[in-house]
């Protein structure tokens, strides 16, 4: 079920950019910021990534620096 969401203390300057990009894609104010929200929500926010990758990294090994370097002056030789 579709639901209302009023915004409100949006300033003018912030409207006016949103209509004018509603109009040139020919879509109302409305269908537009709709569009954009459904966007906005079906990728992951930042924090949300970064918890991801987060959790991959807890799956490999702890890594010395020292080791890390090792390997690459290996790789040099």
């Known amino acids: 079920m579709a639901i209302s ?3 409100r203390d949006l300033p ?3 409207r006016d950019v949103l209509a004018a990009r509603a ?3 020919g879509r109302s104010l409305q269908e537009y910021l709709s569009r954009e929200l459904i966007l906005l929500a079906s990728r992951p926010s930042v924090d949300e990534a970064l918890d991801v990758v987060r959790a991959r990294a807890r799956a490999f090994p702890p890594l010395d620096g ?3 370097l090792d390997a690459l002056d ?3 030789r």
């Open 23 to 25: 109009a040139r894609s």
């Open 74 to 76: 290996a790789d040099r």
């Open 66 to 68: 020292g080791d890390v």
């Open 5 to 7: 969401i009023t915004i």
């Open 12 to 14: 003018n300057e912030t």
